[in-house]
């Protein structure tokens, strides 16, 4: 997210921690400590509404949580830590509360058990220290160490998230970064994307779908079976479901790597990307459910988006609408089935569908004023 005023853009740069055996163990102390913050106010909050029918705010609940820190053994950990526990519960409520009136059947905000609470954080940079590759707040022993497997970027710390995951911890360090405006290349594309070909641009380049869940299929439903056969409350069935969250993991790791070289070369390579403005919820949902989640197009957007801003560059999203069935020489709007994987004009345009899709986004994000 870009700001007007100092030119800079909000990023995230995710680091693998180092940490000690006592590290170890006071991190994840941490962890069970939030996860019964969270469950404690999400109670206070259910217990409020039943007896007085009026709720709970976020900062009801961080005024009482200056006087606990008062009277109790609350003090050990840094109060932004605290509160940004407390601003998930509230965020969790507001995502309840917006969907509900956007006509959906959301599920309520939900006690969290161990095995779904993975996180914590800084909602400030406040509290916590970062020193060249060492970070230390109140309640860890020592400093901990981060691997530096690039350099942290020259900005301002805006908060920081700690996360474990099956090979350990990592923390997500939340920056603002100055635009910095890659030069200009002349180049402009409007992108199609699908199922077969991932992105097809209007230059007629198309970058193939990798399917990296469709290739472990075989090897995910052999841990799953093996998962299945064990007794619960094993080690056995432990071990094999770590097996199984290492797969998910892998499978992730290859996808989001891929989705970050191709939106990176494209950002790169063009002034102006255009693509178009799906309704991914609902593809998601089709009949092609489990394609569309395998290529992820939402992501693949989201990546462009904000490299994009970062870089200077344009982003624009166009109406989805026709744009496989306009002709990109003419604009006549000609209906075509699926099955048709090749553009027939009367006025004698014959290309890729895919192709002249690209070529129809391009040419609607140019007349948009937002490009202009």
Same mark, same amino acid.
């Not at 957007?301 to 166009?318: D, H, L, P």
């Given at each position: 997210?870009?700001?007007?005023e100092d030119?800079?853009?909000?990023?995230?740069?995710k680091y693998?921690?180092?940490p000690?055996?006592?590290?170890?163990?006071a991190?994840a102390?941490i962890?069970e400590?939030q996860?019964?913050?969270y469950?404690?106010a999400? !109670?206070?909050? +259910?217990?409020? @509404?039943?007896?007085t029918?009026?709720?709970?705010?976020? +900062?009801?609940q961080?005024?009482?949580?200056?006087?606990?820190?008062? !009277?109790?053994?609350?003090r050990?950990?840094?109060v932004? $830590?605290?509160r940004?526990?407390?601003?998930?519960?509230d965020?969790? @409520? #507001?995502?309840f509360?917006?969907?509900?009136?956007?006509g959906?059947?959301p599920?309520?905000?939900?006690?969290?058990g161990?095995?779904?609470?993975?996180?914590?954080g800084?909602?400030?940079?406040s509290?916590i220290r970062?020193?060249g590759?060492? $970070?230390?707040?109140?309640?860890?022993?020592?400093?901990?160490? +981060?691997h530096l497997?690039?350099p $942290?970027?020259?900005?301002?710390?805006?908060?920081c998230t700690?996360t474990?995951?099956?090979?350990?911890?990592?923390v997500? $360090? #939340?920056?603002?970064?100055?635009?910095?405006?890659?030069?200009?290349?002349g180049?402009?594309?409007?992108?199609?994307?699908?199922?077969?070909?991932?992105a097809?641009?209007?230059?007629g !380049?198309?970058?193939? *779908?990798?399917?990296?869940a469709?290739r472990?299929?075989r090897?995910?439903r052999?841990?799953?079976?093996?998962?299945?056969?064990?007794k619960?409350?094993s080690n056995?069935?432990?071990?094999?479901?770590?097996?199984?969250?290492?797969l998910?993991?892998?499978?992730? *790791?290859?996808r989001?790597?891929?989705?970050h #070289?191709?939106?990176?070369?494209l950002?790169r390579?063009?002034?102006? +990307?255009?693509?178009?403005k =799906?309704?991914?919820?609902?593809?998601?949902?089709?009949?092609?459910a489990?394609?569309?989640h395998?290529?992820?197009?939402?992501? =693949?957007?989201?990546?462009?988006? @904000?490299?994009?801003?970062?870089?200077g560059?344009?982003?624009?999203?166009?109406k989805?609408a026709?744009?496989?069935?306009?002709?990109?020489e003419c604009?006549?709007?000609?209906?075509?089935?699926?099955?048709?994987?090749?553009?027939?004009?009367?006025c004698?345009?014959?290309?890729?569908?895919?192709?002249?899709?690209?070529?129809?986004?391009?040419?609607?994000?140019v007349?948009?004023?937002?490009?202009?």
């Amino acid at each position: 997210m870009a700001d007007a005023e100092d030119n800079t853009v909000v990023l995230t740069y995710k680091y693998r921690l180092l940490p000690t055996k006592r590290q170890h163990a006071a991190l994840a102390d941490i962890l069970e400590s939030q996860r019964i913050l969270y469950n404690a106010a999400l !109670e206070e909050r +259910i217990d409020c @509404y039943r007896k007085t029918g009026k709720g709970r705010s976020f +900062i009801d609940q961080c005024k009482g949580l200056t006087e606990l820190r008062a !009277e109790s053994d609350y003090r050990s950990v840094p109060v932004k $830590l605290q509160r940004w526990t407390l601003k998930k519960l509230d965020v969790a @409520y #507001q995502a309840f509360f917006c969907r509900l009136d956007s006509g959906n059947n959301p599920g309520f905000p939900r006690f969290r058990g161990k095995g779904r609470w993975r996180s914590f954080g800084f909602s400030e940079f406040s509290g916590i220290r970062l020193n060249g590759n060492r $970070l230390r707040f109140k309640s860890l022993p020592s400093s901990l160490r +981060i691997h530096l497997h690039r350099p $942290l970027p020259e900005g301002r710390p805006l908060g920081c998230t700690f996360t474990r995951d099956h090979k350990g911890w990592s923390v997500c $360090l #939340q920056y603002s970064v100055p635009v910095v405006n890659l030069p200009a290349t002349g180049n402009q594309a409007g992108i199609d994307v699908g199922l077969t070909t991932l992105a097809m641009l209007s230059t007629g !380049e198309a970058f193939p *779908n990798p399917w990296t869940a469709k290739r472990a299929e075989r090897e995910f439903r052999r841990r799953q079976r093996a998962l299945a056969r064990c007794k619960r409350g094993s080690n056995r069935r432990r071990k094999i479901r770590a097996r199984v969250t290492r797969l998910h993991a892998e499978i992730a *790791n290859a996808r989001q790597t891929y989705l970050h #070289q191709l939106s990176a070369r494209l950002v790169r390579e063009h002034d102006l +990307i255009a693509v178009e403005k =799906l309704n991914m919820k609902g593809l998601a949902a089709g009949m092609l459910a489990k394609g569309v989640h395998d290529a992820a197009w939402s992501k =693949l957007k989201e990546m462009i988006a @904000y490299k994009s801003e970062k870089a200077g560059r344009r982003f624009v999203e166009v109406k989805a609408a026709g744009t496989s069935q306009t002709c990109p020489e003419c604009g006549q709007v000609k209906a075509k089935s699926l099955a048709e994987r090749v553009h027939r004009c009367d006025c004698g345009c014959v290309m890729d569908r895919d192709h002249a899709a690209a070529i129809v986004v391009l040419q609607r994000a140019v007349a948009s004023p937002v490009a202009a």
